[in-house]
């Protein structure tokens, strides 16, 4: 049976490092009975959860109506879910958290997520800036018990060329082979 593989991706910046990294990632799990769907978060409107437990009073209802409507509807059907976002602060993008936290309205009914993967970049010369961001979502996949089924962090970066020829490239495309 094929897999519906659902990544969020929070850079604003089109084009730019984090965008091709998740280009990588997409084009090693192309094909193989994989449905690759790939959220551009930071280009839909989507606002913080609001904490009211709406979603729990009406199973799966967010009492939000905007751009997250269309992902929990991804959400519901993903067997593999994929984060990405450049570091901003030593941790991810505003607009990757306000899309992880509006996963809160499936909390109830449950996901049928198994695997898990992060996908990261930043400008310091080392991964380290990555580690917060990387504590807080294996946290998060031990707590939803989805299997880590990797994390790739790509630093040195600053303009999109940055990344042009990196290995890690091929490491988030070998991710994507193996999802
Ligand atoms: C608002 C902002 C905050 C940033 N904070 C950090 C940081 O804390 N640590 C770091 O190593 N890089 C930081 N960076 C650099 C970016 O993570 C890095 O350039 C990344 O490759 C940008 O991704 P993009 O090409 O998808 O925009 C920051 C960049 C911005 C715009």
Redesign the pocket.
Known sequence: MGKNVVVLSG???KG????RLVDAFAEGAAGSERVVSVFRVADMEIGGCLGCNHCFRETGVCARKDGMGSVLEELRKADVLVFAS?????GVSSQLKAAVDRMYALMKEGMRVKRAALLM????DTDA?AAPSIAMFRRVFAYMRWEEAGIVVT?R??E?SDIEGREELERAKNLGRNI
């Open positions: 850079s604003p910046r730019g490092t984090t965008d450049p570091v901003y602060y030593f970049t930043c400008g310091d800036a630093p970066l600053h999109p």
